[in-house]
């Protein structure tokens, strides 16, 4: 059993540790997350079968941003000085706090456009996050300009945030883009003084967690929508087709992530902060695109169910674009953040983009979702023939022969 120290210095960790992998805490902080991720999803879902479109999808985005941010600040910052002592526990627990603030407002923002429980919650998230920042300097003397940069930027951001919240609501929506903006450039500006200790492979990791993490509330999201729909009497021979077709989305958007090699990102991740910084940047804030599109996939199958149950204000070409969209959406993403690392072929010049557009032509047939889950799902036995193809390309040229398959005369086996 490890010994936990109260007075443990937050000390830099080996970016080239092996066998680095995710810490109960971290998956505790994520488990966190879920509530929040649920709130934003669900109240997409209602408001968009209430017909308040114009209201949810500008509020979404924002309130998302604020969910993925704060996880990717605490992510990033423990891939590089999670000692597991004392006062780092504490201050994520501060942390985690918070995000159970951010979850309890996500719904009076989505709706209501009322961002000030949000705010207070994301706000309570930083405090812990300054904390940790300013005990990494006073501990890590090569790293401290980098260290103290990060905590003067999150320190302004906050500022602005709360004088956001008191200012006009005119101004609110250009005012979150700039402190966005704000927040996004605050790791570019401490980075330029020093690359943090992060672990490559801790952070595909990571990623990877909470994209199963997003993945997994779309499945809860489509389950509630379906036995709320059998409680209020619809037979279930009528949402056969939108269950079918939403665990074929699921199914193979999680395939379609995880279908690049991890080691594959993690080089690439190494590459970029070694090299040219903005690379990495680049790839760990487009999986905000990722994470979001994920969530809001779940929402648009619930909101499916509710059309075909005649719950929804929506017409049936508007309720099919809710689930069209964000999964076209998610596979560009994805195809954008991993296409370097994909071997010259279908897959990386043209498949990807052609699911897409073929996705968002589903969204005219009869059963827009399963429509939308047979060509994703065909993009994944695409992908599955042409990787066997190149594996025995390999073995050929390495002079590998596979054993012939013998058949039994008798048996026939």
Same mark, same amino acid.
């Given at each position: 059993?490890?010994?936990? +120290?109260?007075?443990?210095?937050?000390?830099? +960790?080996?970016?080239?540790?092996? %066998?680095?992998?995710?810490?109960?805490?971290?998956?505790?902080?994520?488990?966190?997350?879920?509530?929040?991720?649920?709130?934003?999803?669900?109240?997409? %879902?209602? #408001?968009?079968?209430?017909?308040?479109?114009?209201?949810?999808?500008?509020?979404?985005?924002?309130?998302?941003?604020?969910?993925?941010?704060?996880?990717?600040?605490?992510?990033?910052?423990?891939?590089?000085?999670?000692?597991?002592?004392?006062?780092?526990?504490?201050?994520?627990?501060? !942390?985690?706090?918070?995000?159970?603030?951010?979850?309890?407002?996500?719904?009076?923002?989505?709706?209501?456009?009322?961002?000030?429980?949000?705010?207070?919650?994301?706000?309570?998230?930083?405090?812990?996050?300054?904390?940790?920042?300013?005990?990494?300097?006073?501990?890590?003397?090569?790293? &401290?300009?980098?260290?103290? &940069?990060?905590?003067?930027?999150?320190?302004?951001? $906050?500022?602005?945030?709360?004088?956001?919240?008191?200012?006009?609501?005119?101004?609110?929506?250009?005012?979150?883009?700039?402190?966005?903006?704000?927040?996004?450039?605050?790791?570019?500006?401490?980075?330029?003084?020093?690359?943090?200790?992060?672990?490559?492979?801790?952070?595909?990791?990571?990623? #990877?967690?909470?994209?199963?993490?997003?993945?997994?509330?779309?499945?809860?999201?489509?389950?509630?929508?379906? $036995?709320?729909?059998?409680?209020?009497?619809?037979?279930?021979?009528?949402?056969?087709?939108?269950?079918?077709?939403?665990?074929?989305?699921?199914?193979?958007?999680?395939?379609?992530?995880?279908? !690049?090699?991890?080691?594959?990102?993690?080089?690439?991740?190494? &590459?970029?902060?070694?090299? *040219?910084?903005?690379?990495?940047?680049?790839?760990?804030?487009?999986?905000?695109?990722?994470?979001?599109?994920?969530?809001?996939? #779940?929402?648009?199958?619930?909101?499916?169910?509710? $059309?075909?149950? #005649?719950?929804?204000?929506?017409?049936?070409? !508007?309720?099919?674009?809710?689930?069209?969209?964000?999964?076209?959406?998610?596979?560009?993403?994805?195809?954008?953040?991993?296409? &370097?690392?994909?071997?010259?072929?279908?897959?990386?010049?043209?498949?990807?983009?052609?699911?897409?557009?073929?996705?968002?032509?589903? *969204?005219?047939?009869? $059963?827009?979702?399963?429509?939308?889950?047979?060509?994703?799902?065909?993009?994944?036995?695409?992908?599955?023939?042409? %990787?066997?193809?190149?594996?025995?390309?390999?073995?050929?040229?390495?002079?590998?022969?596979?054993?012939?398959?013998?058949?039994?005369?008798?048996?026939?086996?």
């Amino acid at each position: 059993m490890s010994l936990i +120290r109260i007075r443990a210095p937050l000390s830099a +960790r080996d970016p080239d540790e092996s %066998h680095r992998a995710a810490t109960p805490l971290e998956l505790f902080f994520d488990l966190t997350f879920v509530v929040a991720i649920a709130q934003a999803a669900n109240s997409l %879902h209602h #408001g968009l079968a209430a017909g308040h479109a114009s209201d949810v999808l500008v509020s979404y985005p924002m309130v998302f941003f604020a969910i993925w941010w704060a996880w990717m600040n605490f992510t990033w910052f423990a891939s590089a000085y999670d000692t597991d002592g004392v006062a780092y526990r504490l201050l994520a627990f501060v !942390q985690i706090a918070g995000v159970l603030v951010l979850a309890a407002g996500a719904p009076r923002a989505m709706d209501e456009r009322d961002f000030g429980v949000a705010i207070i919650g994301y706000v309570i998230m930083r405090v812990g996050l300054v904390a940790n920042w300013l005990r990494a300097a006073a501990a890590d003397l090569e790293m &401290r300009q980098c260290c103290l &940069r990060y905590a003067i930027g999150v320190v302004v951001c $906050q500022l602005g945030w709360i004088a956001l919240f008191v200012l006009p609501d005119g101004i609110w929506l250009p005012g979150f883009v700039a402190l966005a903006a704000a927040e996004l450039a605050v790791p570019v500006w401490a980075e330029r003084v020093g690359v943090t200790p992060w672990h490559p492979r801790h952070i595909a990791e990571r990623y #990877g967690l909470f994209t199963i993490i997003v993945l997994g509330e779309s499945v809860l999201a489509a389950s509630f929508a379906v $036995q709320g729909a059998l409680d209020a009497g619809d037979r279930l021979a009528e949402l056969g087709a939108i269950a079918f077709g939403g665990l074929l989305i699921v199914f193979a958007m999680w395939w379609v992530y995880f279908d !690049q090699p991890a080691e594959h990102v993690v080089e690439r991740a190494r &590459r970029g902060m070694t090299g *040219t910084p903005r690379g990495a940047f680049l790839w760990g804030y487009g999986h905000y695109a990722v994470f979001a599109s994920a969530a809001a996939t #779940g929402a648009g199958i619930a909101l499916a169910v509710d $059309q075909a149950a #005649g719950h929804s204000a929506l017409s049936d070409r !508007q309720a099919a674009l809710a689930v069209t969209i964000p999964v076209a959406f998610y596979l560009v993403a994805i195809w954008t953040l991993h296409v &370097r690392d994909k071997a010259p072929g279908p897959l990386r010049s043209f498949a990807v983009p052609v699911t897409a557009t073929l996705i968002l032509a589903s *969204t005219l047939t009869p $059963q827009p979702v399963l429509a939308t889950g047979i060509v994703i799902a065909g993009l994944v036995a695409l992908a599955v023939v042409v %990787h066997e193809r190149e594996a025995d390309r390999a073995l050929a040229s390495a002079g590998v022969r596979l054993p012939p398959v013998v058949v039994d005369d008798a048996s026939g086996e």
